[in-house]
């Protein structure tokens, strides 16, 4: 029996994963546990949970493979600094960024005290770990295989063809030409100044229209290789110093543009600053522009190879709206990418690479699902509700363990259609960012003012952010403009066009769908309770969203149970138990009424909610 450990470290989504025996056992990402957002360090607490999953201890594993190589691309390196002499203290920082990775046996004892690891530390290049984080789990035996990203190891793409078990790295796009750099300056621009924001960009880009293409094309140059690149003169990260830190593990990156892009754009936008159209028209140039440059890159490989299948890796790679695109501007008929194919996947990239080369077992696993995190028995979701009592009781909440999953599915689905805000815990926590039916709130994508309840009860978050639709399978060509498995939501499709009023809470403003397809073999209770919610209102489809209040998705009940009561959650369910709160008097609104949603947008609340029948009431 062989146990390999992959890491990302020391940079966002810290994460971890196990592989027994070419198998992926467990995998997660450090925030889960750390309850800071994209946390960034030493994923020793996902590791923890790893090996627990695996009821080994850190001796028994065989190997550690970590999603970096500070000796890859060293002559380009070298020849970077001696030619363009950056500031010192870019250089002194990723110095100290390769010493930190040197450590790792170091780390693992100050996490693991009293435990020893035995076995032999690899050290993956970074894109080759995203390469093969897609390909190596793909279901495809060949397929041309890409990743983009910001910066890994001196590159920021890489490309070339896997077969079986082995992957040829066919060229890269080095340091200081990066797609992932030209989309994160450009949305700290708009005045998105966080660790992550790119994805508010994209929700942002259909508000718009692409009217600033040329001072986009200004900015990145296609190349007659399928590459690109950057016009410098608008960008800092080559030639300065620019911060990258992570203290108390959140990262945060410092401004990469230069004065250059404001006096070719007009004035950066401040994060307090109203969204005009003139922003909304910069976004769209800017989704615009990356798109021109991601597919001029594919159309580029499918020419050199004629394969019909692509996998797609690295953190330009949850650009979900460019994903959805892929079969309409290029002639790859196959697509496959990972629920975590950012920095995070990386671990799982690493160790399967890793894998092949000591086993020489050319067998291939294949990831057709997300669910490798922790579960929870419903003996210790007893336990959690019992020493609650008093708290539900304060928020008048009814409590039943309903151990018939059809009735449990039937009864969710019942308040779904009733306009409830429902917490849905189950099962095993998703790999990713995505929230994929265990960590989810569902609700009714039928009501237009879906949306507005949400952000105003729980989410909290800018308006023009779309919420997505999880669909049965078999459902999708019917409602959808493609008949493609998306098990991940990493792909946005058109909604039909005569079923977009049916659905209005999960269409967006562009007609389109961020949908994730849910099979009965993979997860078969959230198929059940979609089916039910099927059975009731003819529509196949639920509006699915992370399970969070501007926090990392939850990860143990706890967790989801603090959720549900300090928002304005109807209904909880965790695993077999339902909580809701108790039904309004008679005669007021109900939750995410006209009347209530004024309420809470400028008033004191009402504190009333839906009701349903009459359940006990916790003492």
Same mark, same amino acid.
């Given at each position: 029996?062989?146990?390999?450990?992959?890491?990302?470290?020391?940079?966002?989504?810290?994460?971890?994963?196990?592989?027994?025996?070419?198998?992926?056992?467990?995998?997660?990402?450090?925030?889960?546990? #750390?309850?800071?957002?994209?946390?960034?360090?030493?994923?020793?607490?996902?590791?923890?949970?790893?090996?627990?999953? +695996?009821?080994?201890?850190?001796?028994?594993?065989?190997?550690?493979?970590?999603?970096?190589?500070?000796?890859?691309?060293?002559?380009?390196?070298?020849?970077?600094?001696?030619?363009?002499?950056?500031?010192?203290?870019?250089?002194?920082?990723?110095?100290?960024?390769?010493?930190?990775? +040197?450590?790792?046996?170091?780390?693992?004892?100050?996490?693991?005290?009293?435990?020893?690891?035995?076995?032999?530390?690899?050290?993956?290049?970074?894109?080759?770990?995203?390469?093969?984080?897609?390909?190596?789990?793909?279901?495809?035996?060949?397929?041309?295989?890409?990743?983009?990203?910001?910066?890994?190891?001196?590159?920021?793409?890489?490309?070339?063809?896997?077969?079986?078990?082995?992957?040829?790295?066919?060229?890269?796009?080095?340091?200081?030409?990066?797609?992932?750099?030209?989309?994160?300056?450009?949305?700290?621009?708009?005045?998105?100044?966080?660790?992550?924001?790119?994805?508010?960009?994209?929700?942002?880009?259909?508000?718009?229209?692409?009217?600033?293409?040329d001072e986009m094309r200004r900015i990145v140059a296609l190349q007659d290789d399928g590459s690109f690149r950057l016009n410098l003169d608008y960008f800092r990260h080559h030639k300065e110093k620019v911060e990258y830190e992570w203290e108390n593990g959140i990262p945060a990156v410092g401004r990469l543009f230069t004065p250059a892009l404001e006096e070719l754009l007009g004035k950066a936008r401040d994060k307090s600053d109203e969204l005009t159209q003139k922003h909304k028209d910069i976004a769209r140039s800017v989704q615009a522009m990356y798109e021109e440059a991601f597919f001029h890159l594919l159309?580029?490989?499918? #020419?050199?190879?004629?394969?019909?299948?692509?996998?797609?890796?690295?953190?330009?790679?949850?650009?979900?709206?460019?994903?959805?695109?892929?079969?309409?501007?290029?002639?790859?008929?196959?697509?496959?990418?990972?629920?975590?194919?950012?920095?995070?996947?990386?671990?799982?990239?690493?160790?399967?690479?890793?894998?092949?080369?000591?086993?020489?077992?050319?067998?291939?696993?294949?990831?057709?699902?997300?669910?490798?995190?922790?579960?929870?028995?419903?003996?210790?979701?007893?336990?959690?509700?019992?020493?609650?009592?008093?708290?539900?009781?304060?928020? #008048?909440?009814?409590?039943?363990?309903?151990?018939?999953?059809?009735?449990?599915?039937?009864?969710?689905?019942?308040?779904?259609?009733?306009?409830?805000?429902?917490?849905?815990?189950?099962?095993?926590?998703?790999?990713?960012?995505?929230?994929?039916?265990?960590?989810?709130?569902?609700?009714?994508?039928?009501?237009?003012?879906?949306?507005?309840?949400?952000?105003?009860?729980?989410?909290?978050?800018?308006?023009?952010?779309?919420?997505?639709?999880?669909?049965?399978?078999?459902?999708?060509?019917?409602?959808?403009?493609?008949?493609?498995?998306?098990?991940?939501?990493?792909?946005?499709?058109?909604?039909?066009?005569?079923?977009?009023?049916?659905?209005?809470?999960?269409?967006?403003?562009?007609?389109?769908?961020?949908?994730?397809?849910?099979?009965?073999?993979?997860?078969?209770?959230?198929?059940?309770?979609?089916?039910?919610?099927?059975?009731?209102?003819?529509?196949?489809?639920?509006?699915?969203?992370?399970?969070?209040?501007?926090?990392?998705?939850?990860?143990?009940?706890?967790?989801?149970?603090?959720?549900?009561?300090?928002?304005?959650?109807?209904?909880?369910?965790?695993?077999?138990?339902?909580?809701?709160?108790?039904?309004?008097?008679?005669?007021?609104?109900?939750?995410?009424?006209?009347?209530?949603?004024?309420?809470?947008?400028?008033?004191?609340?009402?504190?009333?909610?839906?009701?349903?029948?009459?359940?006990?009431?916790?003492?």
């Amino acid at each position: 029996m062989a146990f390999v450990l992959g890491i990302n470290a020391y940079h966002g989504d810290a994460a971890a994963c196990l592989i027994q025996d070419g198998k992926l056992i467990a995998a997660a990402e450090e925030e889960r546990f #750390r309850r800071i957002k994209h946390w960034a360090g030493f994923p020793s607490e996902a590791i923890r949970y790893c090996l627990d999953e +695996a009821g080994i201890k850190l001796d028994q594993v065989d190997h550690v493979a970590i999603n970096r190589d500070p000796k890859a691309n060293i002559w380009k390196k070298l020849s970077f600094t001696l030619a363009k002499r950056p500031d010192f203290g870019l250089v002194r920082d990723r110095i100290k960024n390769a010493r930190e990775w +040197a450590s790792i046996e170091e780390e693992l004892g100050r996490a693991f005290p009293g435990e020893r690891f035995r076995g032999q530390v690899h050290n993956i290049e970074h894109h080759m770990a995203h390469l093969a984080s897609a390909f190596l789990v793909s279901p495809f035996e060949e397929a041309v295989a890409v990743s983009v990203d910001g910066f890994g190891d001196f590159a920021s793409a890489a490309w070339g063809v896997g077969r079986g078990s082995e992957i040829t790295v066919e060229d890269k796009v080095y340091f200081p030409h990066s797609l992932g750099i030209f989309y994160q300056a450009l949305t700290q621009y708009l005045g998105f100044p966080h660790y992550g924001d790119e994805y508010k960009v994209m929700g942002l880009a259909p508000y718009g229209q692409p009217r600033y293409m040329d001072e986009m094309r200004r900015i990145v140059a296609l190349q007659d290789d399928g590459s690109f690149r950057l016009n410098l003169d608008y960008f800092r990260h080559h030639k300065e110093k620019v911060e990258y830190e992570w203290e108390n593990g959140i990262p945060a990156v410092g401004r990469l543009f230069t004065p250059a892009l404001e006096e070719l754009l007009g004035k950066a936008r401040d994060k307090s600053d109203e969204l005009t159209q003139k922003h909304k028209d910069i976004a769209r140039s800017v989704q615009a522009m990356y798109e021109e440059a991601f597919f001029h890159l594919l159309n580029t490989l499918h #020419r050199r190879h004629g394969l019909d299948a692509v996998t797609l890796a690295g953190g330009c790679a949850m650009n979900s709206v460019a994903n959805g695109k892929v079969y309409r501007n290029t002639p790859f008929k196959k697509v496959y990418i990972q629920s975590a194919a950012g920095d995070a996947g990386g671990a799982i990239g690493a160790a399967f690479v890793v894998w092949h080369q000591v086993s020489q077992d050319p067998a291939r696993f294949v990831m057709d699902h997300a669910y490798w995190g922790p579960q929870f028995s419903d003996d210790a979701v007893g336990e959690l509700v019992a020493g609650k009592q008093q708290a539900l009781a304060d928020e #008048r909440c009814s409590v039943e363990r309903v151990q018939d999953e059809a009735e449990l599915c039937r009864r969710t689905a019942q308040a779904i259609a009733e306009g409830k805000v429902v917490g849905w815990f189950q099962g095993r926590m998703e790999w990713g960012p995505r929230a994929l039916g265990n960590r989810s709130i569902v609700c009714d994508p039928r009501r237009a003012d879906m949306k507005d309840i949400l952000n105003l009860k729980i989410k909290r978050r800018e308006s023009f952010r779309p919420f997505a639709p999880s669909i049965l399978r078999e459902a999708v060509p019917a409602w959808f403009e493609t008949d493609d498995d998306v098990p991940f939501m990493m792909q946005v499709y058109q909604i039909r066009e005569d079923k977009r009023p049916e659905i209005p809470a999960v269409t967006h403003v562009d007609g389109s769908g961020r949908l994730q397809t849910v099979y009965a073999d993979t997860n078969p209770r959230y198929h059940r309770l979609i089916k039910s919610f099927e059975e009731l209102t003819g529509v196949p489809i639920v509006l699915n969203t992370s399970f969070n209040e501007n926090e990392p998705v939850v990860c143990r009940p706890m967790e989801a149970l603090d959720c549900f009561l300090r928002t304005k959650m109807d209904v909880l369910v965790l695993g077999d138990t339902f909580i809701s709160r108790r039904e309004a008097a008679e005669g007021t609104e109900p939750a995410g009424s006209e009347a209530n949603a004024d309420a809470a947008d400028g008033m004191a609340d009402t504190g009333t909610y839906a009701g349903g029948r009459t359940r006990r009431v916790v003492p």
